[in-house]
């Protein structure tokens, strides 16, 4: 079997350099060759997208909602082949790739919504005034406009909800933006297949050719041609903060700089106040060597940073964690890069100077099956060392132990940007904490409390993101239909002759959205 690239509506393989996904619960590659796409099949893609463009950008809302609509129908047509293809290539559990396929069809659907009502684009019309002294003023329409063909970057632990028709993808194609994809080399199966059903729906809908490619490969160089490409106006890309920012940083060095939407990765931190601690240790702890090792611990949200203050529940908390979590099986990695790396980055925090490790799976374990492990350090040396403020992507979370308030809240302001904060705290305890609480606030997008950050709900209210470096720009989600205006820009029409004015501007509101009108938000046509 040969995997081949789509570029526009045709398969592909015109390179030379091939790869292999992997099974890693078999520890063996998958059949399936594919091959990386060529510096040719790259433009021939950015051109067609370029092209699709000028079409695909002025197509109705209810056009791009059936084109959405029939992507969803489409991936759940690949039914079981799907499914399988995940499990081989990622060694999760069906019932992981059953959950995050409703996921990646509820976004497609709800993008599909969004664009059916048309209310999204934010018209806003203000109204001539011939008469005004001293000048008269103009008729001025103003609402959001696709930003131009975009590159897609999907991560390795989310081959659906955050890949080929992933959320970045639904977001794009619901704005008007065709979209190029840079296949993630791990699943690159479950990527062609999620391909196949866009491009079905894309013939089916009617769609112009080139609103969607999908480049295989297994390097970095696919992406930097991509990402340095003068007809690509915009990039997503859900990964490392290494990839992100090196693709941010390209994309700043082009003749016209280009925005980079990356969201990285985080250790988004959890403080446990001291009544809370007091009175539930034991509880907290068994609830957080789950959150710890949900998923073999990679996701995004992962709580990788617990922050409590010096106390004797503080040290049962951390007695029952270590028991808690050396009680969990260990489970399969996604690949054995992702294990080497594991590996490493938990035995360089490991070796930090006044880390000292409590918890530890020290039994064998098959291959790629991550060995949990908790350590705690004092607020001191975490504050000197910034090597302990890394992500380590795993099963892994590091206890700091703080000596009051003020070391907690100095630990919590130094912290780098972060997706989450949590706070664990009895009723009421929250008041006695302002200034940590906002010390938090300030460093990331959401804010959970008494919960666990693992677990990232697909609504309107969602703030994916947060401060550099969990994401490059904190202004915007990732996740939610709000996570639509990455790829748009507002763009007025000044004094324009109404039947030449988009429909959602013109005086009629043929299409009955919500609009702003002198300041009044009304779907009343303007009389
Ligand atoms: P990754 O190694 O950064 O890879 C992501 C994609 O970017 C891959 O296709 C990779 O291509 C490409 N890439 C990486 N570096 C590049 C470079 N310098 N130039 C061009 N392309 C580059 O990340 P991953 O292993 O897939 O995902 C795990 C990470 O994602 C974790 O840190 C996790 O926290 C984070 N994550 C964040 C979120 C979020 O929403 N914030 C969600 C999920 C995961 P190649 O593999 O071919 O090099």
Redesign the pocket.
Known sequence: MIGKSYIGNLLSAKGKKTYRTFNPLLNIENPTIFTEATSEEIEEAVSLASKAFKEYSKISGAKKATFLNAIADEILALDTELLKMYCLETGLPEARAIGERIRTIGQLRSFANLVLEGSWVEATIDLAKPKREPLPKSDIRKMLIPIGPVVV??????PLA?STAGGDTAASLAAGCPVIV?????HAGTGALVASAVIKAAEKTGMPNGVFSNLL????E???QL?THPKVKAVG????????R??YD?AAKRDEPIPVFA????INPVVILPKALKNRHQEIAKTYASSITLGTG???T?PGLLLGIKSDSLSSFITHLSEEILKIDPSCMLHPN?KKSYKINKETVISQNNVSVVANFSSDVQNNFAQQAIVTVDGKSFLENPTLHL?V?GPFSMVVECVNDVELEMIITKLEGQ?TGTVISDENEISNFSSVISALQNRVGRIIFNGVPTGVEVCESMV??GPYP??TDSRFT??GVSSIKRWVRPFSYQDWPNQYLPKELQNQNPLKIFRFIDGERTNEKIV
């Open positions: 970057f999907g991560a390795s632990n989310f955050y840079k296949s993630h080399p791990m490969s297994s390097g970095i696919v992406g930097q990402v890309f859900t990964g490392s903060i290494k990839g992100g090196a693709l390209l969201e990285m990765g985080s990679q996701f995004c992962n992702i992500e992507f997706l994916h993101g969990a994401s990732a996740v």
